[in-house]
């Protein structure tokens, strides 16, 4: 597997533990100093950022990425793309898909993400 199947491959993995609420894999997934970002500039580290997904209200139906680029580099990696996810909560289903962009690091040999940046719901043209 080449270094840019491998970024997207933890991307994958992160956001399939997120719609299982598997914190424990998450906090593996978390390059040390992880910190996520609003598109508003808000700041949480990762125990803020778990205990986020720890209370989303509701049964988590489906968290998977789509549209998804990897650009990596000496540094690191870039992945940017689009989370779609479905949660019901109160009989209702509600469907979100928003844009994001993380950086990944390899840390202990493994890629990591160590920060991540939510943006707005796309607009549709």
Known sequence: MNERDAVSEAASQIAAAIGRRDLGTIRKMLAPGFVQRTH??????????????????????????????????????LVTGIQHAKV??????IEERRAFVDWFVKHAGEWRIQAAVDLPEPVSS
């Open 88 to 93: 019901a909560v109160d009989g209702q289903t």
């Open 40 to 77: 508003g500039g808000s700041a949480v580290d990762g125990e803020a950022f778990l205990s986020a997904i720890e209370q989303i209200p509701g049964q988590i139906l489906l968290v998977e990425l789509e549209r998804v680029e990897v650009d990596v580099s000496p540094a690191g990696a």
